[in-house]
């Protein structure tokens, strides 16, 4: 298993600003990825992030609102950008060995934008 | 569109008696599923996975059952414990794709009460 752990656990922004939120894994890890739970919905995938590469993005989502890094193979960070009420969700780290293998998820940062 | 439902937000079950959660899914190309429990303010934590080429997954107090043609799948809890209290996801990928993405129900919200 992988220990995953998110800075911040929660923020509270205001529209139009930028928050950058960071995903440290205790081991080396060959997928990393971020999801989205707004209120009362399902995890939605964002992403995944790709080591040394450009992130790759689901439909709905584009690069320029959420630009992600991932330098290594434990650390990745997701930014969410010119924020709007809309953007008020939890959103998660996650990361997996690969294969079929289950995914582990961060304790998730809760984003209020007002 | 939602490829995997969780139909009932809530159940509620008396202590030691059997919790039974349900999911179905639309895509017949899932060939990998995953229940998690997720805490308030924590992320999911993964608790037992199915794969296509089973129909039953046991693993202590919970077992996993699959109906490929029913494109249905529960979750049984004997005997249920106050502290399996908490949000259970229902999850589901195409492995044999080579797709990395998890697709989520909406959770079901289960309570047990002492």
């Known amino acids: 298993s992988a220990v995953i752990s998110q800075k911040p656990s929660r923020d509270i922004c205001q529209r139009g600003t930028s928050l950058t939120i960071q995903c440290q894994v205790d081991?080396?890890?060959?997928?990393m990825f971020w999801y989205r739970q707004q209120p009362g919905q399902s995890l939605t995938l964002i992403a995944t992030a790709n080591q040394g590469s450009e992130a790759t993005y689901e439909s709905g989502f584009v690069i320029d609102k959420f630009p992600i890094s991932r330098p290594n193979l434990t650390f990745s960070t997701l930014t969410v950008s010119n924020m709007s009420p809309e953007d008020s969700s939890i959103y998660l780290c996650?990361?997996?060995?690969?294969?079929?293998?289950?995914?582990?998820f961060g304790q998730g940062t809760r984003l209020t934008v007002v | 569109d939602q490829q995997v439902k969780q139909n009932s937000p809530s159940l509620s079950v008396q202590e030691g008696r059997i919790s039974i959660l349900n999911c179905d899914y639309t895509n017949s190309m899932f060939d990998y599923f995953l229940w998690y429990k997720k805490y308030p303010a924590e992320g999911p934590t993964f608790l037992i996975s199915i794969s296509s080429i089973k129909d039953k997954n046991e693993d202590g107090r919970f077992t996993v059952f699959l109906n490929k043609s029913a494109k249905h799948l529960s979750l049984h809890i004997v005997p249920s414990q106050p502290g399996d209290s908490a949000v259970y996801f229902c999850?589901?990928?195409?492995?044999?794709?080579?797709?990395?993405?998890?697709?989520f129900g909406t959770g079901t919200r289960l309570t047990v009460i002492p």
């Open positions: 999850a589901a990928s195409s492995v044999g794709t080579g797709a990395n993405n998890l697709f």
């Open positions: 996650s990361a997996r060995t690969g294969g079929i293998t289950e995914a582990f």
């Open positions: 081991s080396q890890v060959t997928m």
